[in-house]
C-alpha cells in the first residue's frame, strides 16, 4: 500500500467509525508509518508503508485512544515531547502561554523559574530551552507523568525536575517567576467530557468542585515562594477569569488573556511581596 493509499483508507475508515477530525487523524497515523512529518505528506505519496501497523493505529483510533498516546510524542513549541497513558496532553493554547511567559523571563535574564503541575513538562521544558539563563524548577506529583517529564528533561541542564505535591512547600530556590497549568475542570464536568479527553488523567483534569482548588493552593501555599515582585502566569477555564481573579489576593495587576479561540485562558499577575 502507498503513503497516498494508506491515506485516503485511514480516511475513510475513521469516517465509517465515527472518529471526529478522521483527515487530520489519517494524515498523522499515515505519516507516523511512514516515518515522516505531515508536512512531507506530498513528496512521498508513492513510497510503500506497513499496512499491518497502520491497521493496529486505526483500530486503536477506533477504540477512543488519543492520537498523541499512539504515536507516542507531540508536537509543542519547536520541539517534540514524549506522553503516552498517564500524562496530560499538550495543547496549542498551551503554546500562548509559554510565549508570554518567556518575553518576560527573557527580560530577567538570570532568573529562577518554577512550573507547577508540570506533567510533560511541555512549559517549564519550552521555557528552559528558550531561556537558557533561567533556571526552572518542574515539580510534578504523579508518578507516570514523572515518567515522560524526566525522559523530556533529560540533556537539558537548566531545567530541574522534582517529583513533588504543590500542596506542599519545596525547598526552592526562590522564584521570580511561576507558571501552571494545573487542573481546573469542575469534577461534576468530567464525565461530559469527549470520550478521548476522559483517557487521560483524572488528575491532570479535575479542579475540584468549583474547577478552582489548585487556583487556591497557589496563591495561599506559593505566594511566599517569589522574589519581591515576581511574577505569575495561570491557565484557566474559559469562564474562570473573574473566579481566579477574586482568588488571587497575593497579587496585584491582574490580567486576562484571551487564547487563539477568542477564549479567556491565561492569567498574568504580579505578586504584592512584603
Known amino acids: 500500500m502507498t503513503l497516498k493509499q494508506a491515506y485516503s483508507y485511514s480516511v475513510q ?3 465509517r467509525n465515527n472518529v471526529d477530525e478522521a483527515d487530520f487523524k489519517a494524515l498523522c497515523a499515515a505519516c507516523h508509518i511512514a516515518g515522516i512529518k505531515n508536512s512531507e505528506y506530498l513528496a512521498h505519496t508513492e513510497d510503500f508503508v506497513n499496512d499491518s501497523k497502520l491497521a ?5 483510533l477506533k477504540n477512543g485512544e488519543p492520537l498523541q498516546y499512539i504515536i507516542g510524542k507531540w508536537d509543542f513549541y519547536n520541539s517534540e515531547f514524549f506522553v503516552g497513558e498517564g500524562v496530560l496532553i499538550p495543547r496549542p493554547e498551551t503554546e500562548e502561554l509559554v510565549d508570554r511567559a518567556v518575553f518576560d523571563i527573557k527580560q530577567l535574564g538570570q532568573c529562577v523559574v518554577y512550573d507547577l503541575c508540570s ?16 533556571q526552572v524548577y518542574l515539580v510534578e506529583k504523579s508518578k507516570d507523568a514523572y515518567f515522560y517529564l524526566e525522559k523530556n528533561a533529560k ?16 525547598d526552592l530556590p526562590k522564584a521570580d517567576v511561576i ?7 469542575r469534577s461534576s464536568e468530567i464525565s461530559s467530557l ?5 483517557q487521560e488523567p483524572l488528575m491532570a483534569l479535575d479542579g475540584g468542585e468549583d474547577g478552582l482548588d489548585f487556583y487556591r493552593i497557589i496563591n495561599d501555599k506559593w505566594s511566599c515562594a517569589f522574589n519581591k515582585k515576581g511574577i505569575l502566569y495561570l491557565e484557566i477555564g474559559e469562564d474562570q477569569g473573574d473566579s481566579v481573579i477574586s482568588i488571587l489576593s497575593n497579587y496585584t495587576n491582574i490580567e486576562v488573556y484571551k487564547d487563539l479561540y477568542g477564549n479567556d485562558r491565561m492569567i498574568r499577575a504580579v505578586n504584592k511581596g512584603d
Not at 493496529?56 to 486503536?60: A, E
Not at 506533567?119 to 533561567?134: D, L, R
Not at 540533556?155 to 519545596?170: L, S, T, V, Y
Request: glycine fraction near 12%; aromatic fraction near 6%.
Open 179 to 185: 507558571i501552571s497549568n494545573p487542573p481546573y475542570i
Open 56 to 60: 493496529g493505529m486505526l483500530w486503536r
Open 194 to 198: 469527549q470520550s478521548e479527553v476522559r
Open 155 to 170: 540533556g537539558i541542564d537548566n531545567a530541574h525536575i522534582i517529583n513533588g505535591d504543590i500542596c506542599q512547600i519545596i
Open 13 to 15: 475508515f475513521l469516517e
Open 119 to 134: 506533567g510533560s513538562g511541555c512549559i517549564g521544558i519550552s521555557v528552559a530551552k528558550e531561556c537558557p539563563n533561567a
